[in-house]
């Protein structure tokens, strides 16, 4: 019995080893931990590896745009390297980051313009990935930026009716405009880079008394009389084969209305075949500050003192307010001035640079008057819907190739302008109801302007 008794529970035990399964899960993990640490420590070696990656991507980004502006053909290889290698620095601050390298190229070309291609690489020692053989990990980026082969066509509109004297807004509007000019200046690497004009309205528009026989000029009884008394003005009596005879012509201070209907919303080039498409000299007793044809803004380096008014700034710092709003022909004008035909002949484009133009238009209140609406104090409907049809056509004739940036300065408590809003283009409608707000809205128009010149 004794030995039966051994006998049983010794083939018991061995049947219970035999069903045990504790020791093979223990084999199992053994054999297992090591690639579930490899993959677990892995997540979180990658997840440093890319923190340091993107930052090294934006001060990569960063240091190209700021070469971009250093950058000059007489540089060299090892100059720019240095470049890049002192604005990467100031920016990138991960020391974990071992073995950091980075290299600037600069190319350049007349017709293609410029561009900076600045590399990085580094190294990244590994907390769990050694364990499974990766000591370390590579990691590099790059940042291209291209500029020059891109240039800037810019009409400057700018409202210089009475109501600017309050406020502070004339003076701020000058500052904010001049610091404009200095922002497009550092973008310019050649003469033909940028172009600007400025455009001073109330409810005409001076074209300079300089250009007082200029073909695209039409004249009414003001200043002469025809030969056959039913006809009113140049144009007509011309047309009708009889003698217009000028008269008090000298006394015109150069300012015009706005043109005919259609022709108001357009940018036909005037031409005496079809006289509707002239500008009509206007006798107006508040005629402001003449317009400033496209101007280089690399040329622009007069200061703040400036009052040259053949000079960018010069003329912004002469510009004295008076008169009513008629938004209009500020727009209209400014759409003018980028075509390369009378009555202003903005400089020829090169075909082997691509161009974008932009309009800017400032006002601080709603349309008053124009030649046919308004009594120049109360907001005017009609003028409002001039502008709807002029703005809608810019949009649709240019098919986006001219950008439409609007800034309204309301401190007078007015209604958001709706066709100011409506003008621009989606995000570019600037509204502010304090002098100050001008700064802002500029500032960030010459940041939209700057990365158009970029190409990337």
């Given amino acids: 019995m004794a030995d039966a008794s051994i006998f049983k529970r010794v083939r018991s035990s061995i049947a219970r080893f035999r069903r045990a399964e504790d020791g093979n899960v223990a084999v199992l993990f053994g054999i297992a931990i090591l690639p579930i640490l490899g993959f677990v420590g892995g ?6 590896v890319n923190n340091a990656r993107t930052a090294m991507q934006a001060a990569l980004d960063t240091a190209a ?3 971009s502006r250093d950058a000059t053909s007489s540089m060299t290889a090892a100059e720019i390297n240095q470049k ?4 990467f620095n100031s920016l990138y601050n991960h020391p974990e980051a071992q073995n950091v390298v980075v290299n600037a190229s600069y190319t350049t070309s007349s017709t293609q313009g410029s561009k900076v291609v600045v590399t990085g690489s580094a190294t990244m020692q590994t907390d769990f990935m050694k364990v499974v053989g990766f000591p370390t990990l590579d990691f590099g980026a790059s940042s291209t930026t291209a500029w020059g082969n891109t240039r800037l066509r810019i009409a400057m ?8 004297n309050s406020d502070d807004k ?21 003469v033909d880079d940028v172009y600007l004009s400025i455009i001073p309205f109330n409810v005409m528009v001076n074209v300079g008394t300089s250009n007082k026989t200029a073909a695209w000029l039409d004249w009414d009884t003001s200043y002469g009389s025809c030969s056959q008394s039913t006809k009113k003005t140049k144009s007509s009596c011309v047309a009708a084969g009889k003698t217009w005879t000028p008269n008090n012509v000298n006394s015109w201070k150069g300012c015009v209305t706005d043109r005919t209907q259609p022709y108001d919303t357009t940018k036909d080039v005037p031409t005496t075949v079809t006289p509707a498409t002239l500008f009509l000299a206007a006798n107006y007793s508040d005629c402001g500050s003449s317009i400033l044809p496209m101007t280089s803004v690399y040329n622009s380096k007069e200061g703040d003192s400036s009052t040259d008014d053949t000079t960018i700034k010069g003329k912004i710092n002469n510009l004295v307010a008076n008169g009513s709003t008629n938004q209009p022909i500020g727009m209209q004008w400014a759409w003018m001035m980028l075509q390369s035909a009378d009555p202003f002949v903005t400089p020829a484009k090169d075909s082997a640079y691509k161009y974008t133009d932009a309009i800017i238009l400032l006002s601080d209140g709603m349309n008053t008057q124009d030649r046919w609406y308004g009594n120049g104090y109360s907001w005017s409907s009609q003028v409002d819907d001039r ?3 002029l703005c809608n056509n810019i949009k649709n004739k240019t098919n986006g190739s001219t950008s439409v940036y609007t800034i309204q300065v309301n401190t007078d408590g007015d209604p958001e302008s709706a066709v100011l809003k409506a003008c621009a283009d989606s995000g570019s409608f600037y509204s502010s109801t304090s002098a100050s707000g001008i700064a802002s809205a500029f500032s960030s128009i010459g940041s939209s302007l700057s990365k158009l010149r970029l190409a990337k």
């Avoid at 997540?43 to 440093?48: E, F, G, T, V």
């Avoid at 890049?84 to 604005?87: E, L, N």
């Avoid at 004339?170 to 050649?190: E, G, R, Y």
Wanted: without cysteine; proline residues 0%; positive net charge.
């Fill in 43 to 48: 997540a979180i070696d990658y997840s440093r």
């Fill in 65 to 67: 745009l700021m070469i």
């Fill in 84 to 87: 890049a290698q002192t604005y």
């Fill in 157 to 164: 509109a700018l409202d210089i009716t009475g109501s600017m």
């Fill in 170 to 190: 004339l003076d701020a509007m000058k500052k904010a405009a001049k610091a404009l000019v200095d922002t497009l200046k550092l973008s310019a690497k050649t």
């Fill in 387 to 389: 502008q709807t049809i």
